[in-house]
C-alpha cells in the first residue's frame, strides 16, 4: 500500500513539474523573441542612418568634386578669352 501510495505521488509530481517545465519553457521563448524584435528594430534604425549617412556623404562628394571641374572650365575659359584679346 506504502508503496502504491509512493507511486502516485511521484507521478502527480513528475506532472507538475513536467507542467512547471513547460510553461518556463513557452515564457522564456516569449520573451527571447520579444527581445529579438527589440533588437532587430534597433538594427534596422542603425542600418537606416548609416545609409543616410552614406547618401549624405556620396551627394557632398559628388558636389566636392564637380566644384574644382567647374573652376577649371571658367578658369580655361577666362584664360583663353583673355589670350584672343
Known sequence: M???HFDDQMS???EATQA????LGDATT???EQRLATINDEISTQV?????AQN????ALKQARAK?????RS???SWTNNRSR
Open 2 to 4: 506504502r508503496a502504491n
Open 12 to 14: 502527480q509530481n513528475t
Open 20 to 23: 512547471q517545465i513547460s510553461k
Open 30 to 32: 516569449s520573451l527571447l
Open 48 to 52: 537606416a542612418q548609416v545609409k543616410g
Open 56 to 59: 549624405s556623404t556620396a551627394a
Open 68 to 72: 574644382p571641374r567647374s573652376r577649371a
Open 75 to 77: 578658369s580655361a575659359a
